[in-house]
C-alpha cells in the first residue's frame, strides 16, 4: 500500500468537503478549490476523515493514489490556513511595488516589468533600508502560487558569480569562484 495513499485526512472545523462526479470540491474560510480526480481512484468522506482507496496495485494506480491525497491535503490546508511565498530580490537597484494586484519590477533591464497577478494571489512589496526589497504572495492555491513565484524567478535568474537575481527568502546559491581563481 501507499504510504502516502493510505494517510487518511482530518477535515479541521469549518471546512466542508465533497465529492461528485469523481470531482473533489474544498469550501473553507479562505475560498473553494476544487480537483477532478481519476475515476479508477476511490474518495470516501466519512467521520470528517477523507480516505483514498485504490482498485489494483498497478503501477498507475499506485501513484495515483498518492497523487490525489496529497493533492486534496494540500487544497484542505490552502482553505484552512493559506500559503505564502517570499521572494527576495538582490541586486543594485532592483524594486517592486504593487499596486491594484499589478506587480511592477525593476531588474536592472531597460524598462520596468509589469505582471498582472491571477485572482486570488494577493502581494505586497516591502523595501527597508539596507535590505533587499522582499515580495510576499498570499494565497488559497498552492499549484497557483508555485507558478506565480517561478514565473517572477524566471524573470531574473540568479547568476552563479556575484549572486544577483530573484530568489527565495533562505535559498542557498551555489557561487562559483570567478576567473582570479584559477591562477
Known sequence: MSRIGKLAIDIPQGITVTNTNSVVTVKGPKGELSQEVDKDIEVKIEDNKVSLDRPTEQKRHKALHGLYRALIFNMIEGVDKGYQKQLELVGVGYRATVQQNVLELNLGYS??????LPEGITASAETAKGKNPIITLESHDKQLIGQVAAKIKSLRPVEPYKGK?????????????????SK
Not at 111 to 116: E, G, K, R, Y
Not at 165 to 181: D, L, P, S
Open 165 to 181: 537575481g530573484v530568489r527565495f527568502v533562505g535559498e542557498k546559491i551555489r557561487r562559483k569562484a570567478g576567473k582570479t581563481a
Open 111 to 116: 524598462h520596468n516589468i509589469f505582471m498582472s
